[in-house]
Structure formats: structure tokens, C-alpha cells
């Protein structure tokens, strides 16, 4: 098994599911280019880009890509104390993380890349065409073999943006990561939510089912301009689970539907996952501006559509 193919069996062990989006991103980062990671927040790119940097043994710097991001804060400055005491030299210089990532071989990660000024963004064309940078009184600073420049974009969100240049795409490669379907959101739940249930009431599985389905249903509303990540329904389950423990709601109260069972227990654990779901996702769905309802009421409709629309429209008869 070759060296590649060795590390993408043992990163895959840290993801569920993105079997092809590793096998493409390592394919870039081992054939020595820069890449950008296009897609909405919760997708799993930073878990991604931590499991292959952990296994390669390099540093992941993160810089946030913001109209404070300048060139000076991306490649470094000359302490001023030292400047007024000796002038500016080579040992007064403080590097910042492009200069940090390119000595030490690591990945520079740059979230909300388009968010961050052009000016800055061209201070890394140098590094990403010749992987090297001239900094005055300091000299060239040659990157190591390991150096990339990894960035990631919202494709959704275009307030605050900027228009990357041509320059800085014809740099770059480009791979789209969309939301992993519902079997592994599930699984995504499950592992980040199991201390908590195995220390809990025994709602488990119903919740992660439930909390995962009204979080992919919030990216589906008409009234709704950018749904939930799988980290809404993470932070539902959890919440939902102390809720249970403070409302005395345990398994038994979440078992199937309400036919031939406790119809008071099943509205109990319905208005459960809807209180969970207003603290959880209310502020992490984003509406469009043209309509006038609240978080809350589209919650509401997207909870009556899977608790009481669909059980209905499934029931026989």
C-alpha cells in the first residue's frame, strides 16, 4: 500500500462518511497544491484538515478571513519596543502565521477566505505560486515541502464578501462539500452524543433520528435562506437529553408513536424535541429577509410537519 493510500485508511478513522471528499482533498494536499474547501459551515472540512495534518505530524494554523485580516497580521511585523531600541533587523521581526506555516511545513487554514481583504489575499500569491516570500529587512523566507495554503468558502452567504480575483483562483484548486446525507448526520450524531446519552435518560436513538431529520428539514423550508448544520441537532440531542432528566422523561416516554401507547408521555417528548429545538437551531437558521416570521414559528411548522404531518399521512387508513 503506498504511502497516500496508507494515511487516507487511517484519516478515514477519524470521519463518518467523506470517503470521496478525503480522497480527493489528500489527493491535492499530496500532490503539493493549495486548496479551497467550498461549502456551508458543519461539514466536516476542519475535522478533515486536523485528521490529515495529526497524521502527516504538521501544524494546522488557523487564521479567520475578516476585513481585519491585514497583510501585516498574515505574514508578520518588527516588534516596535525592540525597532526604537535597535532599528529594525531580522531578530526583531515577529512572524505571523503564513510565515509560521510556511518555516514549519504545516497547513495555513484560512476560514471565510472571501471575507478577508484583496490586498491580503495577494500577499499570498507569491507564497502559493513560488512558495517563497521576500519580507524587507528580513530576507526570503523559502517554505517547507509541506506548505499548503488551504482555504474555505460559504457559498451561501454573500454579505460582507469579496470577489476573489482571477489571480488568486487560477492558484487554487477547488472541491465543493455539501451536507453528508441523513445516515451519516445520524452517525455524526450518535458519536458526538454518546457520553451524554450513555449518562442519561435512555432517549438515544429516537432523538438523534429526530434531531437530525427537523435539522435537514430547516435547509429545505421556502422561508428559510440558509438551514442548520449537523451541529444544530448535535446541540438538540444534548439539550433534549437534560431536558428529559429535569422533566422526568425517560425512554419509556419516547418509544414509537402514540397509538396504543401513553398519547400524555408522546406529547411530552414531542414538546421536548420543540423546546430543544428553539434553543438549538433558532439562531442557527437564517431567514429570508422578505418574509416576517420569527425563528420560532418556522421551527413550529417544521416540527408539525414531522411530528403530526407525517406520522398522520403514514398511518394506515
Known amino acids: 500500500m503506498s504511502l497516500v493510500r496508507d494515511t487516507r485508511a487511517r484519516v478515514a478513522s477519524h470521519l463518518v462518511g467523506r470517503e470521496r471528499e478525503l480522497e480527493l482533498t489528500l489527493a491535492a494536499v499530496a500532490a503539493g497544491r493549495d486548496i479551497v474547501l467550498e461549502g456551508p459551515p458543519g461539514t466536516s472540512k476542519t475535522t478533515m484538515l486536523k485528521a490529515i495534518t495529526s497524521e502527516w505530524g504538521i501544524p494546522l494554523l488557523f487564521v479567520e478571513g475578516n476585513a481585519d485580516l491585514t497583510p501585516a497580521k498574515l505574514v508578520g511585523h518588527h ?35 472571501n471575507r478577508a481583504p484583496e490586498d491580503t489575499l495577494n500577499t499570498l500569491l507569491t507564497a502559493m505560486a513560488d512558495r517563497s516570500i521576500s519580507i524587507p529587512r528580513v530576507g526570503t523566507i523559502v517554505a517547507a515541502p509541506t506548505f499548503r ?18 489571480s488568486v483562483h487560477d492558484r487554487l484548486n477547488r472541491l465543493a462539500v455539501d451536507y453528508q ?12 452524543t454518546a457520553t451524554a446519552r450513555n449518562e442519561g435518560t435512555g432517549l438515544g436513538s429516537r432523538l438523534i433520528a429526530d434531531a437530525v431529520a427537523v435539522t435537514r428539514a430547516t435547509r429545505g423550508h421556502p422561508d428559510v435562506r440558509q438551514g442548520s448544520s ?12 437534560q431536558l428529559g432528566e429535569l422533566r422526568g422523561i425517560d425512554a419509556a416516554g419516547a418509544g414509537g408513536n402514540a397509538r396504543g401507547g401513553d398519547v ?31 425563528p420560532e414559528q418556522v421551527l413550529r411548522e417544521i416540527w408539525e410537519d414531522h411530528f403530526i404531518l407525517e406520522p398522520a399521512a403514514a398511518a394506515p387508513g
Do not use: K
Open 149 to 166: 495554503v488551504i482555504a474555505s468558502m460559504n457559498p451561501y452567504d454573500n454579505v460582507g464578501t469579496t470577489r476573489l480575483s482571477t
Open 230 to 241: 449537523v451541529r444544530g441537532a448535535i446541540d438538540c440531542v444534548l439539550v433534549a437529553l
Open 264 to 294: 400524555d408521555a408522546e406529547q411530552a417528548y414531542r414538546e421536548l424535541v420543540y423546546d430543544a429545538m428553539v434553543v438549538s437551531l433558532s439562531g442557527r437558521i437564517h431567514l429570508d429577509e422578505a418574509i416576517e416570521a420569527t
Open 79 to 113: 516588534n516596535p519596543a525592540r525597532v526604537l531600541r535597535e532599528d529594525y533587523s531580522a531578530d526583531n521581526f515577529v512572524p505571523g502565521p503564513l510565515v509560521e506555516a510556511m518555516r514549519d511545513g504545516g497547513f495555513l487554514y484560512i476560514e471565510e477566505f
Open 181 to 192: 446525507d441523513a445516515a451519516a448526520e445520524r452517525g455524526i450524531v450518535s458519536l458526538r
